[in-house]
């Protein structure tokens, strides 16, 4: 599962499906975005292609992480 958090419980949801249960990974924001303070943060805010193509890779490439996520 790839998570990608944007606002409130989201970012709670991510870190019980990246770290507790370690079955996905993250790509998007690492810090909390409060409703109405998107503007500070710019382009920032916007997740990179090759983030993508990089957590794809992680959840249907090969190797012990996916065998572990599969379990």
Same mark, same amino acid.
């Given at each position: 599962m790839i998570t990608w958090p944007l =606002?409130?419980?989201q970012f709670f949801n991510e870190k019980l499906i990246v770290?507790?249960? #370690?079955? *996905?990974v993250t790509v998007g924001f690492e810090v909390v975005i409060h409703l109405g #303070? !998107?503007?500070? =943060?710019g382009i920032?805010?916007?997740?990179?292609?090759?983030?993508? !193509? !990089?957590?794809?890779?992680?959840?249907? *490439? !090969? *190797?012990e992480e996916k065998e572990k996520r599969k379990e």
């Open positions: =606002f409130v419980e770290q507790v249960l #370690e079955v *996905g #303070e !998107e503007e500070k =943060f920032g805010m916007m997740v990179q292609r090759e983030n993508v !193509e !990089e957590a794809i890779d992680m959840v249907m *490439g !090969e *190797g």
